[in-house]
């Protein structure tokens, strides 16, 4: 029952399920998530993004703030961002500004070579370039884009509450407070998984839709959607 209590509302992802939502193979998700497990703790050796969640019989497991930080950390990579200057980025973050969880919070910002944060200077936010080649440097906003363009933030602590991973009119969502943060349909709730499932194994799209009281197009949605991430293989 207290381990019930500490998973909720906090998302529940295995290591092969994270890398079918985030299309990033398992190996490198282990490797961010976990460190490297043989030689010495040097700092590469770390883990990038500590886990939230305590191991679920015998085995580590995500929550949903760490599954949107290791996706955040794929989309540094495949910009081809250093992964020790990813960790320093952290590092600066937490340590000298004091964010948690700072890869999965709203004001991470991005030109695609150097990672900047909004910090607030004296109750006015400033855009700030973070560990790179010009620290702590303020930049002109408006010259620099929001990373996140398919999550939606708490307004209060500016981390990451939910995952629209079609985009924000795509009509799916990952909310650690639904289906233990599993894709659902936006609107109704419904996990993607169940309505896919049903009509994989012989029911019509407008049985299952009436079944749940959702429109077909749902369904099809639902359908689409796990579809795509069966062709994504967790490595």
Known sequence: MTQQILLLGKGLYSFPRASQLTGI???????????RTSGPLSTSSRPLVPLELPSIEGEQALSFLNLVELKLVGEFRRLELPLQYIRRVVEVLRDSYDVDHPLACRRLLT???????????HGDF?????????PNHVVIEEVIQPFFQDIEFYHDSDLAKRWFP?????GVMLDPAIAMGEPV??????QTSLLASLVASGDSVEKVADWYEVPPSGVRRAVH???RLLGRVAA
Not at 25 to 35: I, N, V
Not at 126 to 134: D, L, S, T, W, Y
């Open 166 to 170: 079609m985009g924000a009119g795509g």
């Open 111 to 121: 030109d695609g070579r150097a990672i900047f944060a909004e910090i607030d200077e």
């Open 25 to 35: 193979p398992s190996q490198s998700l282990r490797r961010w998530a976990l460190g």
């Open 126 to 134: 400033a855009c700030i370039e973070i560990a790179g080649r010009r």
């Open 225 to 227: 959607f796990e579809n």
């Open 185 to 190: 349909l936006s609107d109704f709730g419904v």
